[in-house]
């Protein structure tokens, strides 16, 4: 009776609307689609789509703009034409960090609209333009990168600052002249990536809930018993854990999870923590690219460039075996001295060790099995379906919350807010650089540095993807430079068989390593960490990470050289 009600009542509502729509604007609609339209699509140098451009049509009879439209995401636009329509038609093109560009309708183009047939334009191409917003941005970036690098301020409060900075000098600079715009608000936001922002947020919630069933005490008890005190096993089966689960879930979530355990071992065993996460997040940074939902750098280049889930299992995990064997001895050497000094197995030890290690709440683990199978689940076969992995873990969060229903003020405090801002800010930081078009020089510089040499392309491209991406957090460089990519696979002989993608695959996750900024999983590992009480500094990861950048870059390399 409810269902046959509630079903009632939608048709009701939907019957209404087509009955209350005004019967103007359908004919107003209907006679708008028999005027002709000029259509058009804008990209900048590298090819990539220009949107927000503001397309201004004008003519010389009239001081007024006749018509306009803005470009969308995919740069595309459609203008319609006026009525009457002018003997000369001029397309005026303007956007922030671009050359204004006009086109002037030929008489035959003139006389394609005047027939009433709508014209497409050939694609055109926008110059950037370099400003004073442009020098201000970089600056602020190199500023942020001080800050968090000499340690003068936490890393949230500098990447918060200059977000801050860039908005209010965009604002307040703008009335005094157009060159000190950077952008504005809805396009900072609009650089902020989401996905990776509900991700974490839904895993903490996660591993909040899971974390008082007393399992991670669990693991850290069993890990230790099977490595029956040897630390360098002990090592090595945790960063083997780390990349393998990094191969299938994101490295971010392989870091949520696998941080609150080995924090748990490390302090058994009373060593400091980072002795173990450093090199688990080497791991999960070297081992995830050998799959296509490894890293967020591999899920961008296996969309643009058409690369399945296979094609990067068979390209790259060879190469990625040698750089992971590479690391766990690097990781051994660097440690080795933490590691001796680290409780041996004693009777009293794993005593201990099993009376902190016990189940506390086992209809909760239960419960968060299921749950946390399913995500497994999501996470591995969602693509098939573009369900983001955002969107798992927040499906995950909130049925855990429902089916357990513990303090949700406990669990949402349980959230690292802290370093969510940070990312937020970042990522808009970084944005900043993109808007102006810094990003995109780079990208230039490369492609013409390498020329038509293939075995100079694949090494300018994978060593400079890894310096770079120390610097650059590594998602937006790729972005910039999937369209060169695109090139060069073109014009470079023997690059259609996709090698600079996979190139790019290994320099920019690989290169991750080597600052705290550049991985997302790296920050992530910090925070948590940073909450513990064990503070990974930006110079404590470069002097553990560049090391391991060389040593997994150069072995990968030479996989790729031998494969192609």
């Keep these: 009776m ?25 004919s107003a609609g209907s006679e708008s ?33 006749l018509t306009s439209a803005i470009t969308q995401s995919d740069g595309r636009f459609a203008i319609q034409s006026p009525e009457p329509l002018p003997d000369q038609i001029t397309l005026v093109f303007n956007r922030p960090h671009f050359r204004q560009f006009k086109l002037n309708l030929n008489d035959n183009e003139l006389i394609t609209v005047k027939s009433g047939n709508s014209l497409s334009l050939s694609t055109i191409i926008m110059e950037r333009e370099i400003t004073t917003a442009f020098w201000i941005a970089g600056f602020v970036f190199i500023l942020v990168l001080a800050l968090i690098a000499t340690g003068l301020l936490q890393n949230t409060l500098a990447a918060f600052a200059g977000a801050s900075l860039l908005l209010a000098i965009s604002y307040l600079g703008k009335p005094i002249t157009e060159s000190l715009h950077i952008f504005n608000f809805s396009q900072a936001i609009s650089y902020i990536d989401w996905n990776v922002i509900f991700l974490i947020m839904g895993m903490m919630i996660v591993i909040a809930v899971v974390e008082n069933t007393g399992i991670f005490h669990w693991l850290a008890y069993f890990a230790y018993r ?32 696998m941080t609150p355990i080995t924090v748990q071992i490390a302090l058994a065993l009373n060593i400091s923590p980072l002795v173990l996460l450093i090199p688990e997040v080497f791991a999960s940074n070297v081992i995830g690219v050998s799959t296509l939902i490894g890293t967020p750098t591999n899920i961008m ?42 409780k041996s197995s004693s ?38 379906i573009h369900l983001p992995p955002s969107v798992t873990a927040l499906i995950g969060a909130s049925a855990l919350l429902i089916w357990i229903r513990p303090d949700i003020e406990e669990m949402i405090g ?56 120390m610097i650059v957090a590594n998602i937006p460089f ?3 430079m999937l369209p060169v990519i695109a090139y060069l696979s073109q014009i470079v002989p023997g690059a259609e068989t996709k090698v600079l993608y996979y190139c790019l695959s290994i320099g920019a996750a690989m290169g991750g390593n080597g600052s705290l900024i550049g991985a997302s999983a790296n920050m992530i590992t910090a925070g948590i960490s940073e909450r513990a009480g064990y503070r990974i500094t930006y110079k404590y990861f470069l002097q553990k990470g560049f090391p391991a950048l060389i040593i997994t870059v150069s072995l990968s390399s030479l996989w790729l050289f031998l494969r192609f």
Excluded: C
Excluded at 46 to 62: A, D, F, M, R, Y
Excluded at 230 to 257: K, Q
């Design 2 to 26: 409810v269902r046959r009600i509630l079903t009632f009542l939608i048709l009701t509502l939907f019957v209404s609307l087509l009955v209350l729509l005004p019967m103007e604007e359908i």
């Design 33 to 65: 689609l028999d005027q002709p339209w000029i259509f058009g699509s804008i990209q900048d140098s590298h090819g990539q789509p220009v949107k927000g451009v503001t397309i201004s049509l004008l003519s010389e009879s009239t001081p007024n703009t």
């Design 226 to 257: 099977i490595s029956g005190g040897r630390m360098w096993v002990l090592l090595s089966v945790l960063m083997l854990i780390t990349g393998i689960a990094s191969a299938f879930l994101d490295n971010v979530t392989t870091m949520l999870l």
């Design 301 to 342: 280049i296996g969309s643009f460039g058409e690369i399945t889930f296979n094609d990067f299992l068979f390209n790259l995990t060879p190469g990625v075996f040698l750089a992971f064997v590479g690391l766990v001895i690097y990781s051994w050497f660097t440690y080795r001295k933490d590691l001796s000094e680290a």
């Design 347 to 384: 009777p009293a030890l794993l005593e201990k060790l099993a009376e902190r290690g016990k189940i506390t709440n086992p209809d909760n683990l239960k419960k968060a099995g299921w749950i946390g199978g399913g995500m497994l689940l999501l996470f591995i076969f969602g693509e098939a």
């Design 414 to 469: 349980a959230v690292d807010w802290t370093t969510l801002v940070f990312f937020m800010s970042l990522f808009i930081v970084v944005g900043a650089i993109q808007e102006v078009g810094l990003i995109s020089i780079i990208a230039s510089q490369i492609g013409n540095l390498i020329g038509e040499n293939l075995i100079l392309a694949m090494i300018v491209v994978i060593w400079l993807s890894a310096f770079l991406s």
């Design 478 to 480: 790729t972005a910039a």
